[in-house]
Protein backbone atom coordinates (compact mmCIF):
# COMPACT_ATOMS: atom_id res chain seq x y z
CA UNK A 1 0.00 0.00 0.00
CA UNK A 2 1.18 3.48 -0.51
CA UNK A 3 2.98 5.12 2.21
CA UNK A 4 4.81 8.72 3.12
CA UNK A 5 6.63 7.79 6.00
CA UNK A 6 7.77 11.17 7.77
CA UNK A 7 10.92 11.95 10.03
CA UNK A 8 10.25 12.58 13.70
CA UNK A 9 9.33 16.03 15.42
CA UNK A 10 12.36 18.40 16.03
CA UNK A 11 12.92 21.36 18.13
CA UNK A 12 14.68 24.43 16.81
CA UNK A 13 15.55 27.59 18.16
CA UNK A 14 14.69 31.06 15.84
CA UNK A 15 17.35 31.65 13.26
CA UNK A 16 18.27 27.61 12.76
CA UNK A 17 17.50 25.16 10.01
CA UNK A 18 15.25 22.19 9.58
CA UNK A 19 15.15 19.50 7.29
CA UNK A 20 12.47 17.26 7.35
CA UNK A 21 12.36 13.77 5.22
CA UNK A 22 9.48 12.20 3.35
CA UNK A 23 10.27 8.35 2.37
CA UNK A 24 7.71 7.17 -0.49
CA UNK A 25 6.99 3.43 -0.57
CA UNK A 26 3.96 1.09 -1.87
CA UNK A 27 4.23 2.96 -5.75
CA UNK A 28 6.42 3.79 -8.83
CA UNK A 29 8.48 6.85 -6.94
CA UNK A 30 9.19 8.46 -10.06
CA UNK A 31 5.79 8.63 -11.69
CA UNK A 32 4.37 11.36 -8.46
CA UNK A 33 5.26 14.57 -7.57
CA UNK A 34 5.68 15.52 -4.23
CA UNK A 35 4.60 18.60 -1.90
CA UNK A 36 4.54 20.31 1.03
CA UNK A 37 1.75 21.31 3.06
CA UNK A 38 2.28 22.86 6.49
CA UNK A 39 -0.21 23.43 9.13
CA UNK A 40 0.21 25.71 12.24
CA UNK A 41 -1.42 24.82 15.63
CA UNK A 42 -4.99 25.34 15.45
CA UNK A 43 -5.11 26.91 11.96
CA UNK A 44 -5.81 25.57 8.25
CA UNK A 45 -3.81 24.02 5.64
CA UNK A 46 -0.48 26.07 3.56
CA UNK A 47 0.98 24.84 0.49
CA UNK A 48 4.76 25.64 0.62
CA UNK A 49 5.91 23.82 -2.68
CA UNK A 50 6.11 20.75 -4.93
CA UNK A 51 9.03 18.63 -6.67
CA UNK A 52 9.36 16.46 -9.37
CA UNK A 53 11.09 13.65 -7.99
CA UNK A 54 12.42 12.06 -11.36
CA UNK A 55 13.31 15.44 -13.05
CA UNK A 56 14.41 17.93 -9.39
CA UNK A 57 12.34 20.89 -10.70
CA UNK A 58 10.62 22.42 -7.84
CA UNK A 59 7.96 25.30 -7.67
CA UNK A 60 7.99 26.92 -4.19
CA UNK A 61 4.99 29.45 -2.89
CA UNK A 62 6.39 33.45 -3.06
CA UNK A 63 6.06 33.49 1.25
CA UNK A 64 8.87 31.07 1.33
CA UNK A 65 11.25 31.33 -1.92
CA UNK A 66 14.53 32.03 -0.69
CA UNK A 67 14.00 30.12 2.52
CA UNK A 68 13.21 26.67 1.45
CA UNK A 69 14.75 24.15 -0.50
CA UNK A 70 13.05 20.93 -1.63
CA UNK A 71 15.46 18.12 -2.90
CA UNK A 72 14.79 14.19 -3.75
CA UNK A 73 16.78 10.93 -3.88
CA UNK A 74 15.79 8.60 -6.06
CA UNK A 75 18.03 5.96 -5.10
CA UNK A 76 15.98 6.01 -1.78
CA UNK A 77 13.04 7.21 -2.83
CA UNK A 78 13.10 10.15 -0.39
CA UNK A 79 12.46 14.04 -0.55
CA UNK A 80 13.35 16.26 1.62
CA UNK A 81 12.17 19.25 2.71
CA UNK A 82 14.72 22.30 4.20
CA UNK A 83 13.63 25.45 5.42
CA UNK A 84 16.12 27.82 7.37
CA UNK A 85 15.99 30.88 9.14
CA UNK A 86 13.19 29.96 11.58
CA UNK A 87 10.93 31.99 13.03
CA UNK A 88 8.33 30.95 15.99
CA UNK A 89 5.51 31.59 13.33
CA UNK A 90 7.17 28.43 11.04
CA UNK A 91 6.21 26.21 14.54
CA UNK A 92 3.87 23.56 12.34
CA UNK A 93 2.75 20.33 11.44
CA UNK A 94 4.43 19.90 7.73
CA UNK A 95 3.53 17.10 5.44
CA UNK A 96 4.75 15.79 2.49
CA UNK A 97 2.10 14.84 0.38
CA UNK A 98 1.62 13.47 -3.46
CA UNK A 99 -0.46 13.73 -6.96
CA UNK A 100 -0.02 12.32 -10.02
CA UNK A 101 0.29 15.91 -12.09
CA UNK A 102 1.82 19.21 -11.91
CA UNK A 103 -1.20 20.37 -11.81
CA UNK A 104 -3.50 17.52 -10.43
CA UNK A 105 -5.12 16.74 -6.65
CA UNK A 106 -2.90 15.66 -4.30
CA UNK A 107 -4.96 12.52 -3.39
CA UNK A 108 -2.31 11.06 -0.79
CA UNK A 109 -0.81 12.46 2.62
CA UNK A 110 2.14 11.61 5.19
CA UNK A 111 0.75 11.41 9.09
CA UNK A 112 3.29 14.67 9.21
CA UNK A 113 5.81 16.14 11.58
CA UNK A 114 5.93 18.74 14.09
CA UNK A 115 8.70 21.32 13.72
CA UNK A 116 8.52 23.32 16.69
CA UNK A 117 10.39 26.42 17.09
CA UNK A 118 11.17 28.33 20.46
CA UNK A 119 13.93 30.23 22.18
CA UNK B 1 -6.65 32.57 -5.69
CA UNK B 2 -8.15 33.25 -2.02
CA UNK B 3 -10.74 30.44 -0.96
CA UNK B 4 -12.93 31.59 1.18
CA UNK B 5 -15.21 28.79 3.18
CA UNK B 6 -18.83 29.24 4.46
CA UNK B 7 -19.87 28.73 7.29
CA UNK B 8 -16.99 28.11 9.83
CA UNK B 9 -19.14 26.00 11.40
CA UNK B 10 -21.87 23.66 10.76
CA UNK B 11 -23.71 22.30 13.51
CA UNK B 12 -25.94 19.34 12.83
CA UNK B 13 -27.07 15.79 14.00
CA UNK B 14 -25.96 12.71 12.51
CA UNK B 15 -28.94 11.80 9.76
CA UNK B 16 -28.88 15.19 8.72
CA UNK B 17 -27.60 16.74 5.57
CA UNK B 18 -24.76 18.97 5.17
CA UNK B 19 -23.83 21.60 2.49
CA UNK B 20 -20.38 23.53 2.56
CA UNK B 21 -19.54 26.30 0.31
CA UNK B 22 -16.31 27.24 -0.97
CA UNK B 23 -16.02 30.55 -3.08
CA UNK B 24 -12.91 31.57 -5.30
CA UNK B 25 -11.26 35.21 -5.59
CA UNK B 26 -11.00 34.24 -9.48
CA UNK B 27 -12.48 31.42 -11.51
CA UNK B 28 -10.77 27.96 -10.84
CA UNK B 29 -8.69 26.87 -13.95
CA UNK B 30 -10.87 24.04 -15.48
CA UNK B 31 -12.54 22.90 -12.29
CA UNK B 32 -9.10 22.00 -10.90
CA UNK B 33 -10.82 21.95 -7.15
CA UNK B 34 -10.02 19.35 -4.59
CA UNK B 35 -12.60 18.40 -1.31
CA UNK B 36 -10.39 17.14 1.92
CA UNK B 37 -11.70 16.07 5.54
CA UNK B 38 -9.15 16.35 8.85
CA UNK B 39 -10.27 14.85 11.69
CA UNK B 40 -7.75 16.33 14.82
CA UNK B 41 -4.33 15.02 15.02
CA UNK B 42 -4.37 13.30 11.67
CA UNK B 43 -3.49 13.79 8.05
CA UNK B 44 -6.29 15.38 5.28
CA UNK B 45 -7.64 12.40 4.06
CA UNK B 46 -8.77 12.42 -0.12
CA UNK B 47 -12.66 13.42 -0.93
CA UNK B 48 -13.12 15.07 -4.38
CA UNK B 49 -11.21 16.25 -7.55
CA UNK B 50 -11.91 18.38 -10.38
CA UNK B 51 -14.93 19.41 -8.30
CA UNK B 52 -17.00 16.36 -8.57
CA UNK B 53 -15.15 13.05 -8.73
CA UNK B 54 -15.15 11.51 -5.40
CA UNK B 55 -11.77 9.69 -4.60
CA UNK B 56 -11.39 5.67 -4.43
CA UNK B 57 -13.54 4.37 -1.54
CA UNK B 58 -15.11 7.48 -0.90
CA UNK B 59 -18.94 6.98 0.13
CA UNK B 60 -21.77 7.68 -2.05
CA UNK B 61 -23.65 10.00 0.64
CA UNK B 62 -20.37 12.40 -0.32
CA UNK B 63 -21.22 14.55 -3.51
CA UNK B 64 -19.52 18.02 -4.79
CA UNK B 65 -20.38 20.31 -8.14
CA UNK B 66 -19.50 23.93 -9.14
CA UNK B 67 -17.86 25.78 -11.31
CA UNK B 68 -15.76 28.66 -11.57
CA UNK B 69 -15.44 30.60 -8.69
CA UNK B 70 -18.46 28.58 -6.19
CA UNK B 71 -18.32 25.13 -5.30
CA UNK B 72 -20.00 23.49 -2.92
CA UNK B 73 -19.88 19.74 -1.26
CA UNK B 74 -22.82 17.34 0.16
CA UNK B 75 -22.93 15.25 2.59
CA UNK B 76 -26.24 13.55 2.09
CA UNK B 77 -26.87 11.90 5.59
CA UNK B 78 -24.41 12.67 8.84
CA UNK B 79 -22.30 9.78 9.94
CA UNK B 80 -20.74 10.02 12.94
CA UNK B 81 -17.43 9.16 11.74
CA UNK B 82 -18.42 12.56 9.22
CA UNK B 83 -17.89 15.17 11.74
CA UNK B 84 -14.47 16.61 11.47
CA UNK B 85 -12.85 20.06 9.12
CA UNK B 86 -13.26 19.87 5.50
CA UNK B 87 -11.41 21.75 3.64
CA UNK B 88 -11.01 23.04 -0.61
CA UNK B 89 -8.21 23.31 -2.35
CA UNK B 90 -7.42 24.87 -6.23
CA UNK B 91 -4.70 23.17 -7.87
CA UNK B 92 -5.10 24.81 -11.47
CA UNK B 93 -3.21 27.65 -10.43
CA UNK B 94 0.02 27.99 -8.74
CA UNK B 95 0.57 28.67 -6.05
CA UNK B 96 -1.87 26.20 -4.54
CA UNK B 97 -3.98 27.75 -2.43
CA UNK B 98 -6.68 25.77 0.72
CA UNK B 99 -9.67 27.27 2.34
CA UNK B 100 -9.47 28.23 5.69
CA UNK B 101 -11.96 25.14 6.77
CA UNK B 102 -15.42 24.30 7.96
CA UNK B 103 -16.14 22.71 10.85
CA UNK B 104 -18.66 20.51 10.90
CA UNK B 105 -19.57 19.30 14.58
CA UNK B 106 -22.58 17.51 16.26
CA UNK B 107 -25.50 19.90 17.23
Known amino acids: QVQLVQSGPEVKKPGASVKVSCKAS????????IHWVRQAPGQGLEWMGI????????NYAQEFQGRVIITSDTSTNTVYMELNTLKSEDTAVYFC????????????WGRGTLVSVAS | IVLTQSPGTLSLSPGDRATLSCRAS???????LAWYQQKPGQAPRFLMA???SRATDIPDRFSASGSGTDFTLSISRLEPEDFAVYYC?????????FGQGTKVEIK
Open chain 1, 26 to 33: GYTFVNYY
Open chain 2, 26 to 32: QSVDSGH
Open chain 2, 50 to 52: DAS
Open chain 2, 89 to 97: HQYGTSPRT
Open chain 1, 51 to 58: INPSSGAT
Open chain 1, 97 to 108: ARSSGWYLAIDY
